[in-house]
C-alpha cells in the first residue's frame, strides 16, 4: 500500500500560482511514477503531468504545458506541481497517484490516490 496525501490547495487570482505537494508513506517511493490528475466539478477526472520514479522524464497534459511543472524529491517522498499563469479553468479538485508503470497517462492506470485538494482560480 503506498498513501497519498495531497496539500497547497486554495484560492487564488487569474495569473497567480500555488504550488502543490503530495507525501507518500508506505511502499518505498521511488519505486513509482507519480502523476497528478485534476476534476472539475461535472467533468472527468483527467490527466496533468506525470513524472518517472528517477525524475528524467515528464510528461504533460497540453492544456498546462509551458505553465506546470512537476517534480520529485526522492529522499523527501514528495512530488510537487508547481502551477504558474493559473487561469479560471484550472479551477478543480487535484490529485496525486502512484503507478508502478511509465508511459500511460489514464487514470485507470494509476494504483493509489491522495484524498485530493482544492484549487479555485478566480477571474
Known amino acids: 500500500q503506498v498513501q497519498l496525501v495531497e496539500s497547497g490547495g486554495g484560492l487564488v487570482q487569474a495569473g497567480g500560482s500555488l504550488r502543490l505537494s503530495c507525501v507518500a508513506s508506505?511502499?518505498?517511493?521511488?519505486?513509482?511514477?507519480m502523476g497528478w490528475f485534476r476534476q472539475a466539478p461535472g467533468k472527468e477526472r483527467e490527466f496533468v503531468a506525470a513524472i518517472s520514479r528517477s525524475a528524467g522524464s515528464t510528461n504533460y497534459a497540453d492544456s498546462v504545458k509551458g505553465r506546470f511543472t512537476i517534480s520529485r524529491d526522492n529522499v523527501k517522498v514528495t512530488v510537487y506541481l508547481q502551477m504558474n499563469s493559473l487561469r479560471p479553468e484550472d479551477t478543480a479538485v487535484y490529485y496525486c497517484?502512484?503507478?508502478?508503470?511509465?508511459?500511460?497517462?489514464?487514470?485507470?492506470?494509476?494504483?493509489?490516490w491522495g484524498q485530493g485538494t482544492q484549487v479555485t482560480v478566480s477571474s
Open positions: 508506505g511502499r518505498p517511493f521511488s519505486n513509482y511514477a
Open positions: 497517484a502512484a503507478e508502478s508503470t511509465w508511459g500511460d497517462w489514464l487514470p485507470r492506470s494509476y494504483k493509489y
